[in-house]
C-alpha cells in the first residue's frame, strides 16, 4: 500500500509535458481564446449552458476561453459549432504564403524516381512499304 501512495505522489509531482509555444503563437491562441469568450458573451449564453451543449466541463470552457495549448483542436471546434462559428474553421491555414515562396523558389519534396515504363515490343518484320 505504501508503494502504491508514492507512486501517485510522484505521477501528480511530474504531471504533463506540453511542449511551449513561441510567445506570438501563445499570444494568438489566447486571443482566439478571447474572441470565443465574446462571441459567447454577446450571444448571452452562459459558461454553463455552452460547456454542456459541446459536451465538456466548465472548467474546459474555460481553459478554451483562456487560449490553454493543452485542449485540443476537436474541444475548440466544438464550442465553435455551439456558437455557430464552425464555418470559421476553413479559414485556418488557408493561405500557405511560406509554402508559396518555397515552391516559387523551386524548392520542392524530394520525389521517388518514376517508374520504368515497358517499351511495346518491336516487330522485326514488317510488309509495309517504306520500311527498310
Known amino acids: 500500500m505504501q508503494i502504491h501512495q508514492f507512486l501517485h505522489i510522484i505521477i501528480l509531482i ?3 509535458r506540453i511542449p511551449t509555444l513561441l510567445p506570438r503563437v501563445a499570444r494568438l491562441l489566447g486571443g482566439f481564446g478571447e474572441n470565443l469568450k465574446l462571441a459567447r458573451l454577446r ?3 452562459s459558461a454553463d449552458s ?3 451543449r459541446a459536451g465538456i466541463t466548465r472548467r474546459t470552457l474555460s481553459k478554451v476561453e483562456q487560449g490553454d495549448p493543452g485542449v485540443a483542436l476537436g ?3 466544438r464550442v ?3 456558437l455557430r462559428l464552425e464555418g ?3 479559414q485556418l ?3 500557405d504564403v511560406l ?3 518555397l515552391q516559387d523558389a523551386g524548392i520542392t519534396p524530394k520525389r521517388r524516381a518514376p517508374k520504368k515504363e515497358s517499351m511495346p515490343p518491336v516487330e522485326a518484320d514488317s510488309d509495309e512499304p517504306g520500311d527498310a
Open 14 to 16: 511530474m504531471g504533463k
Open 43 to 45: 450571444r448571452k449564453y
Open 50 to 52: 455552452v460547456a454542456q
Open 75 to 77: 474541444v475548440y471546434a
Open 80 to 82: 465553435m459549432q455551439v
Open 88 to 90: 470559421a474553421l476553413s
Open 93 to 95: 491555414a488557408v493561405d
Open 99 to 101: 509554402g508559396r515562396k
